[in-house]
C-alpha cells in the first residue's frame, strides 16, 4: 500500500483572483516605485482622458496605462517610436491577469531606434529630391478609373468603397490586393503599384482613346491602410517602396494610418490624406454637385438659345415684311431710279451751264491777256536790242579802233600772228583797208 503524501508539501489552491492581487502585492513590494526607459508602441488617448501604451526594447514589452490626472502634467504629445522614461508603479492588471506598469509621470529620453530608422532615411530620400513640390501633381477633376492597393479584407477598403459608392458610383474602382503589414508587405505593395502602372494612362496616350479591354486607364491611384502602431506601418517606410511611388505615371494618394501617422510614403506620393477615407473623397467629387452645375450650365444654355431664336426670329419677321409684296418693292425700286435720274439729269445740266460761263470768262479775259503778255514781250525785247547795241563793234571803230585780221579772217591780237611782211585787213568804222606789215623802226 502507499504511503498517504504529507499535506503540507502539497500546493495552495489559489482563487485567480487572489493570485493575482498576491503577485502585485510582492511586485509592489520587490520593485515599487519603478522607472523604465523605453521606446513608446500603440500609443492612444481614450475620450475619458487616460492613456493607454506599452514600452518596449529589444528583448521585452510591457503594458501600461497612465491615468488622466498624471497624462495633464505631461508638456508634450507623445508618439510611438519615442524613446521615454516612464516613473510609476508595477503591478498586475486583475481582470486579465495583465502585468501592467501604471504610470505617473513621463519624460523624453531621445528616439526610439524605428523612429531614427525612419529619420535617416527621409533625410536620404528628402535630399535626392523625392519629397519635392515640383514633382506633386494636380489630382484629375474627372478620373475614368481608379486603382486602389489594400488589403481586400482590412477596413480601409471597406471604407473606400462605401465613399467612392456613394460618391461616384458610375467610376470604375481597380482593387490590387496586397499585404500592408509584416516583412513581405513592401514587396506586395510594389507589385500591386507595378500591375497598376501598367494599367494607368501613359503621358502623350489620347485621352479620347477607346478604353483597353472594356476598362478605362486608371487616372489617379489610392495606396490606403488603417491606423496603427509605427511596427504596423513600417511597411510603409520602405526605401524601394518610396522609389516605386514616385515613378508612378500618374497622381498617387497616401492614405495610410490616422490623422496624426506619417510614413515615408506619404512624403514621396503626390498628395497625402488624413484617413483612407478622405484619400477616397479626394478624387471623388460627388455626383450631385457635377449633376446640380450641369443642370445650371444647361439652364444657361437653353436661355441663351431662346434669346438667340427670339432674335433671329424678329430678323425674320422684318424680312417677310419686306418681301411679302414683290410689286411694292418693284414699285419702290423704280421711283428710287427715277430719282437718281433726274438726279443725275440735272447735275449734267448744272455742269454745262458752269461750263459754258466758265467759257465766257475766259473768252472776255483772253484779249486783255494776250495784249498784256505782248506787251511784257516787247518790252523784254526792247531791252534785249539796247543790250545788243551796246555789244556792237562799230561803236568801239567810231571811236578810231580798228579790227586787224588776217588773209584767212581771223583775228590778230598779237605782234607773234604778223610777222613783217603779213598782208592784214584793217576794218575801221567806215570801211576796209589792206595793210602790210614791216619791221618795226628803231627810235
Not at 519624460?107 to 530620400?125: C, N, P, T, V
Not at 419702290?332 to 466758265?358: M, N, T, Y
Request: one cysteine or more.
Amino acid at each position: 500500500m502507499f504511503e498517504r503524501q504529507n499535506v503540507a508539501l502539497e500546493p495552495r489552491v489559489w482563487d485567480v483572483g487572489a493570485l493575482c492581487r498576491a503577485v502585485s502585492d510582492a511586485l509592489q513590494a520587490r520593485f515599487n516605485p519603478v522607472a523604465v526607459r523605453g521606446e513608446l508602441t500603440g500609443f492612444s488617448r481614450a475620450s475619458s482622458g487616460h492613456c493607454y501604451f506599452s514600452i518596449k526594447d529589444s528583448q521585452g514589452q510591457i503594458r501600461c496605462a497612465m491615468f488622466k490626472r498624471a497624462a495633464s502634467g505631461m508638456g508634450f504629445s507623445p508618439r510611438d517610436g519615442e524613446l521615454v522614461e516612464v516613473r510609476g508603479r508595477i503591478g498586475v492588471y486583475e481582470a486579465r491577469g495583465d502585468l501592467q506598469l501604471v504610470v505617473e509621470s513621463m519624460e523624453r529620453a531621445g528616439q526610439g531606434a524605428l523612429f531614427e530608422q525612419f529619420l535617416r532615411l527621409k533625410a536620404q530620400l528628402e535630399s535626392e529630391g523625392l519629397f519635392d513640390a515640383a514633382r506633386k501633381r494636380e489630382l484629375p477633376i474627372f478620373p475614368r478609373a481608379i486603382g486602389v492597393v489594400s488589403s481586400p479584407g482590412a477596413a480601409a477598403w471597406h471604407d473606400v468603397m462605401t465613399a467612392l459608392k456613394r460618391r461616384v458610383p458610375h467610376i470604375p474602382v481597380v482593387l490590387i490586393p496586397a499585404l500592408v503589414q509584416g516583412a513581405q508587405a513592401p514587396a506586395s505593395i510594389i507589385r500591386a503599384l507595378q500591375t497598376l502602372y501598367a494599367m494607368s494612362a501613359q503621358e502623350g496616350d489620347d485621352q479620347t482613346a477607346p478604353s483597353r479591354n472594356g476598362m478605362p486607364p486608371v487616372d489617379v491611384i489610392l495606396m490606403v491602410r488603417g491606423g496603427g502602431s509605427i511596427e504596423d506601418l513600417w511597411a510603409f517606410n520602405d526605401e524601394q517602396l518610396a522609389r516605386t511611388i514616385v515613378q508612378s505615371p500618374v497622381p498617387l494618394i497616401s492614405g495610410v494610418g490616422h490623422e496624426t501617422d506619417f510614413t515615408i510614403a506619404d512624403f514621396c506620393a503626390d498628395l497625402r490624406a488624413p484617413t483612407p477615407t478622405a484619400a477616397a473623397e479626394l478624387v471623388a467629387q460627388p455626383r450631385d454637385l457635377w449633376m446640380g452645375a450641369l443642370e445650371l450650365m444647361q439652364e444657361r444654355l437653353t436661355e441663351s438659345v431662346e434669346r438667340q431664336l427670339d432674335r433671329h426670329a424678329q430678323r425674320l419677321d422684318l424680312a417677310a415684311r419686306q418681301i411679302s409684296r414683290p410689286s411694292n418693292l418693284i414699285a419702290k425700286q423704280r421711283l428710287d431710279l427715277q430719282q437718281h435720274a433726274q438726279a443725275l439729269q440735272q447735275s449734267v445740266r448744272q455742269h454745262i451751264h458752269h461750263g459754258d460761263k466758265q467759257l465766257q470768262q475766259l473768252g472776255a479775259a483772253l484779249p486783255r491777256a494776250a495784249e498784256r503778255s505782248i506787251a511784257r514781250l516787247q518790252q523784254r525785247f526792247d531791252r534785249a536790242s539796247t543790250r545788243l547795241e551796246l555789244l556792237n563793234p562799230q561803236h568801239v571803230l567810231a571811236r578810231g579802233y580798228a579790227l586787224l585780221t588776217d588773209e584767212k579772217g581771223h583775228a590778230v591780237t598779237s605782234v607773234t600772228q604778223a610777222p613783217p611782211g603779213s598782208a592784214l585787213r584793217a576794218s575801221v568804222s567806215d570801211g576796209q583797208l589792206d595793210v602790210v606789215v614791216t619791221p618795226p623802226r628803231l627810235l
